[in-house]
């Protein structure tokens, strides 16, 4: 198991990336990446820099409307988490510690096609599509409808998702969120009856707060097929840490 935890909530990408637009300055969410003089960790703004600011902030703005991805900087510990190959990670933060968000990225980095994500979250890429997740949260309406999908949707390319929005891809009947690539993540709670967890082979299971240790046992059962993983994204209150 790897554990990481955080202090804070990493600033805004957008706010970090275009707020002083000078030659030499830094893009490290690669906002700008069409104008780019240099790659990698090495790239300026180039003639971006010499745009005029409103037509450089139109040009982000457009970027990231596409693809939201595009400013998402993960701070130090967000890195670590995403980085871990483990087969059960854990992130321990406290509330606005980023690690809901972070729980988010990294699902959607494995579930979409290499195209739909930025060069910058590439490196964090374990899986192919179509990539079968399971979502488990304390409860199907608080955590989940008010928190998780939420983030999902903020996050979420919507032309990665089958039929280009939430509407057509969620379905609140087998509450499945499916992606045009074939990917699949599918949400219960650690309320529901442990029968239902069993079924399909799957790449991950997300729990986001700690679950029972009787919910766990048994999804762990779902991750042999694929070699997958587990994490969990939680404030330790039942002493699992």
């Not at 739909?116 to 179509?130: G, I, T």
Request: include cysteine; charge should be positive; glycine fraction near 8%.
């Amino acid at each position: 198991m790897e554990v990481v935890g955080t202090p804070g909530l990493a600033g805004a990408a957008v706010r970090r990336a275009v707020g002083s637009v000078t030659p030499m300055t830094v893009c490290p969410a690669r906002l700008c990446c069409a104008h780019c003089t240099t790659p990698a960790s090495g790239y300026t703004w180039g003639r971006m820099a010499k745009a005029p600011l409103r037509d450089v902030l139109m040009t982000v703005g457009e970027r990231v409307k596409a693809c939201p991805l595009e400013a998402f900087v993960p701070h130090e510990k967000q890195r670590e988490f995403l980085s871990s190959h483990a087969r059960t990670k854990l992130f321990v933060g406290g509330n606005r510690s980023g690690k809901t968000t972070c729980g988010v990225v990294e699902m959607l980095i494995q579930a979409l096609s290499r195209e739909h994500l930025p060069d910058h979250l590439l490196p964090y890429k374990r899986f192919e599509p179509p990539f079968f997740c399971r979502v488990m949260t304390p409860d199907l309406v608080d955590t989940q409808e008010h928190v998780i999908f939420p983030k999902i949707r903020e996050w979420c390319p919507p032309g990665a998702l089958k039929g280009g929005s939430w509407r057509s891809a969620y379905s609140d009947r087998k509450r499945t969120l499916e992606f045009e690539n074939g990917s699949r993540v599918h949400f219960m709670s650690f309320e529901q009856a442990l029968g239902k967890m069993g079924g399909s082979a799957l790449h991950c299971v997300w729990y986001d707060e700690e679950p029972p240790e009787e919910v766990r046992s048994e999804n762990r059962a779902r991750l042999w097929d694929y070699g997958g993983y587990e994490m969990l994204t939680m404030t330790p209150l039942q002493g699992l840490t």
